[in-house]
């Protein structure tokens, strides 16, 4: 069984924007929160944020510079992951996960989606 499944990935123009989908069966959804994740190529991943089950918190990345939005539609076990003023260096493989961790931490994460990339390109 996937658990979770993301899409809305590509190639966009820097400046651009992306809204991210992650689809998830009622297992992840049911977990305490549900988040993004990503790695670029030779890095280790990050932590981008998540949103809580009942979607009343989202967390986010102090590290991130603002430019992303994080929300869930319950009616359709999504999760979205929108971005907008891309730049290259946000070329990466964007991973949904969910977990019982508050703040959706990457090791407290128990269901992984398999990744889409995105390609920023200037």
């Known amino acids: 069984q996937v658990d979770l499944v993301e899409s809305g990935g590509g190639s966009v123009q820097a400046g651009g924007s992306a809204t991210l989908s992650c689809d998830a069966s009622e297992n992840a959804w049911n977990r305490y929160c549900i988040g993004w994740f990503r790695q670029r190529a030779g890095e280790k991943r990050e932590e981008m944020g998540g949103?809580?089950?009942?979607?009343?918190?989202?967390y986010y990345n102090a590290d991130m510079e603002g430019r992303y939005r994080m929300w869930r539609d319950s009616a359709k076990k999504t999760l979205y992951l929108q971005m907008t003023g891309l730049k290259p260096e946000d070329t990466a493989v964007y991973y949904c996960?969910?977990?019982?961790?508050?703040?959706?931490?990457?090791?407290?994460?128990?269901?992984w989606g398999r990744g889409i990339q995105v390609t920023v390109y200037s």
């Open positions: 996960a969910a977990g019982d961790q508050y703040g959706c931490p990457d090791h407290g994460m128990m269901y």
């Open positions: 949103v809580d089950r009942g979607g009343d918190t989202t």
